[in-house]
């Protein structure tokens, strides 16, 4: 009798980078890239949706290219999952919606571009991400380029302090700033290894058992943009959606695109980019931590 098929360590992956980040039908080639990524490096990949009100932890083709059409497909953070699923809603899940699924499905590790934090003007209009909210929530590593480079770095990286979520930088001393490699923001615990790495999401858990744990890994040097452009593109983008009252879930998709337009298409590039290297990272953590994690009975 053979014995059973070991199971091979999981990656959740979102959808929202698909129906909402880029253009189809590059988002469906990418989709499959990020996914090969994670492969590659001995993980299986999960891409997490919401079909007609079914929560999917994997997507056949059909249904990937349905969601990167993005006709009908809602942008679904953590608290909209129960009126999806009860209204039968087809939807991507954000950073704080794949994180509660992948917890309700025992995966430990997230790949992701960025996550999102703290809009600028939130004295004024409270614009925070429930994505902060999650990582505080649900024990799971993320791992991605830092934050979004549209929103205020400072404030996000004070708030993920407030909730108690360890920022660990992979391979850097600074908070990356999505397409820009480095920001003024040092990270207080950097790492080097992926055995290491593994070793840190698993003491960190002994410890806090319901926290997540962010990886800030720097978009790939060769794809990296340049501070002072970024900074002024950004600077025209916003002052654009404020002109033209762009707010809620709606801001950072708009300011995404337009930013891709700025840049004559530099951002898009930057932004695959990193994905992929994200799902590389991810992909070897899973596999790493998987040993770490059964070590310390913690799985």
Not at 132 to 160: C, F, H, I, M, Q
Not at 218 to 235: K, N, Y
Not at 249 to 276: D, F, H, I, M
Request: proline share 5%; aromatic share 6%; glycine share 8%.
């Amino acid at each position: 009798m053979r014995p059973p098929e070991k199971k091979r360590p999981q990656v959740a992956l979102e959808s929202t980078l698909y129906a909402f980040g880029l253009p189809h039908p590059k988002n469906v080639e990418v989709a499959w890239r990020v996914a090969r990524a994670v492969s590659e490096k001995g993980s299986e990949p999960k891409t997490f949706a919401v079909i007609d009100g079914t929560i999917k932890v994997g997507l056949q083709d059909h249904e990937l290219d349905r969601v990167a059409k993005g006709k009908g497909v809602k942008k679904l953070a953590a608290s909209d999952l129960g009126p999806a699923m009860a209204l039968g809603l087809t939807g991507a899940t954000t950073v704080s919606a794949t994180m509660a699924l992948a917890h309700g499905a025992g995966i430990k590790v997230f790949a992701t571009g960025g996550i999102g934090g703290v809009h600028r003007g939130a004295s004024e209009t409270f614009d925070e991400s429930q994505d902060l909210w999650a990582l505080s929530r649900y024990p799971v590593a993320v791992v991605s380029a830092g934050a979004k480079s549209v929103l205020d770095l400072d404030k996000t990286v004070e708030r993920l302090e407030t909730f108690g979520v360890p920022v660990i930088g992979y391979r850097t001393d600074t908070f990356p700033a999505f397409y820009v490699r480095e920001s003024h923001l040092r990270v207080q615990h950097r790492v080097d290894d992926i055995k290491t790495l593994a070793r840190v999401c698993g003491a960190h858990w002994r410890m806090h058992p319901n926290v997540g744990l962010l990886v800030a890994n720097p978009v790939p040097a060769d794809a990296a943009l340049d501070e002072q452009e970024m900074a002024a593109w950004t600077a025209q983008a916003t002052d654009e959606a404020a002109a033209q009252r762009v707010t809620g879930k709606e801001l950072t998709p708009w300011l995404l695109r337009r930013l891709a337009e700025l840049s004559e298409g530099r951002t898009v590039e930057a932004n695959v980019a990193l994905a992929e290297e994200n799902a590389r990272v991810a992909g070897e953590l899973a596999k790493e931590l998987h040993h770490v994690l059964e070590t310390l009975s913690v799985v």
